[in-house]
């Protein structure tokens, strides 16, 4: 879901006379991963114009010394440096390298500059960093990949982080959540510029969803923010998330906090990005998505073990986040797992072409699989943002499968 501003597009600075808004210059760091990287270079640095794809000009810019080392080791060479950045109408930073590592002081200057003379600046996922690092965020709405949310919000008081969106548009400055949502909103920006007809164009020349709907909800984990082991609000919300199935209200919380509401929502928000009733409903539809994947239970056990006052409060909240009622969630899960003893067809295809050679058939994970469950990464063909290292791949997101009541899709 996007968010776009018609006020804020209204107020957009005038271009300087020396920017073109076709001109597109792309921001790279030492570290930076090039999954991430690569995406505003195919969708502007590629002449699509045979397929109807209004071309653009790309300026590939180091933001630091090179050469530029990425994921695998690769080092790369940049043509231009920050003095391109100056005839650029557009200004991409892709992910960053670290959330906990300061982005260079020129290249935050060139950003500022780049601002001030009217161009459209643009964080791809962990990319927010840099611009709020900037000030570029400040007093405005943004999203990051749902993960590092929390870091943001905490660190940057002043932005109004919203981990559920998979891009938000504030007219010159524009963020999106992880990889996936990334190409959203290089789409997006295509859209804008040239029409929902070039946009479309592209999205079939990527094999991609021409616009997606929903946002992150789906895809928020249950686990706490990074940074809030230390925050006195720790043991809270680790008492929330241990006793989901018991049915207590944000006052609750509070009181455990020994704070007013107010207050507690006001640091419950700077810790977690999220308003903590918002939250709070979220974790309960997670649990629920986890008790109907793994459990027997009917959907009104499954409402009482989740905290849920009615079984008519948790079809309304899960409709909402995940576009399906729970009886027809569990339906479409089951349909898409193998029976028990009776093997994938998928995956004994892959065997019969290209047998696993020295490798256990339980830890086939290739590229036919993705992850399952509520807490799925983001870098799934419908996902928002990177991938979790670590974490086993399943066959709920086969290629070629029916779709999941709760996997959005473009309309």
Same mark, same amino acid.
């Given at each position: ?34 999954? $991430? ?26 933001? $630091? ?9 690769? $080092? ?40 001030? &003379? ?45 981990? /559920? ?31 929902? $007809? ?18 992150? &909800? ?23 998330? &241990? ?16 704070? *007013? ?12 990005? *999220? ?17 109907? &994947? ?14 849920? /006052? ?83 791949? *399943? ?13 959005? *899709?473009?309309?």
């Amino acid at each position: 879901m996007s968010q776009d501003s018609a006020a804020a597009t209204e107020a957009v600075r005038k271009l300087s006379g020396r920017r073109r808004r076709e001109v597109v210059a792309v921001l790279l760091f030492s570290g930076g991963p090039i999954f $991430e990287s690569s995406i505003p270079l195919s969708v502007f640095g590629i002449d699509r114009q045979d397929a109807g794809v209004p071309r653009y000009r790309l300026l590939v810019c180091g933001g $630091e010394e090179g050469p530029l080392r990425t994921t695998g080791g690769l $080092e790369l060479t940049t043509p231009y440096g920050l003095e391109a950045i100056s005839r650029a109408g557009t200004v991409v930073v892709p992910a960053w390298r670290s959330i906990t590592s300061p982005p260079p002081a020129e290249a935050l200057d060139a950003l500022r500059r780049a601002h001030e &003379e009217g161009a459209r600046i643009v964080g791809l996922c962990t990319g927010a960093f840099v611009l709020a690092a900037a000030g570029l965020l400040d007093g405005r709405p943004a999203t990051t990949h749902w993960m590092y949310a929390p870091t943001l919000a905490k660190r940057y008081p002043s932005v109004h982080v919203d981990p /559920r969106e998979l891009f938000v548009d504030d007219g010159d400055v524009l963020t999106s959540a992880g990889t996936a949502a990334g190409i959203d909103l290089c789409l997006h920006i295509v859209r804008t510029d040239h029409g929902t $007809e070039a946009a479309g164009a592209l999205a079939r020349r990527l094999v991609v969803p021409p616009r997606r709907s929903g946002g992150q &909800e789906r895809y928020l984990d249950r686990s706490l923010p990074e940074e809030i082991g230390s925050d006195p609000l720790a043991e809270v919300v680790a008492w929330a998330l &241990e006793h989901l199935h018991e049915q207590f209200d944000v006052e609750t919380l509070a009181g455990r906090a020994y704070m *007013s509401r107010r207050t507690f929502d006001r640091r419950f928000r700077s810790l977690t990005g *999220s308003a903590p009733l918002q939250w709070l409903i979220t974790q309960r539809v997670l649990q629920a998505q986890r008790l109907l &994947e793994t459990s027997d239970y009917s959907v009104d056990e499954v409402a009482g073990r989740c905290g849920f /006052r009615s079984p008519v409060a948790l079809r309304g909240h899960f409709r909402r986040q995940l576009g399906s009622s729970p009886a027809a969630y569990r339906a479409a899960y089951r349909a898409r797992r193998p029976q028990a003893g009776v093997p994938d067809p998928v995956a004994t295809a892959i065997d019969t072409v290209v047998p696993a050679q020295g490798t256990p058939a339980g830890r086939r994970t290739g590229a036919m699989g993705a992850p399952s469950g509520p807490a799925v990464a983001a870098s799934t063909a419908v996902g928002a943002g990177q991938p979790e290292h670590g974490k086993p791949a *399943s066959d709920a997101y086969a290629t070629g499968r029916p779709t999941l009541p709760g996997q959005r *899709s473009a309309p």
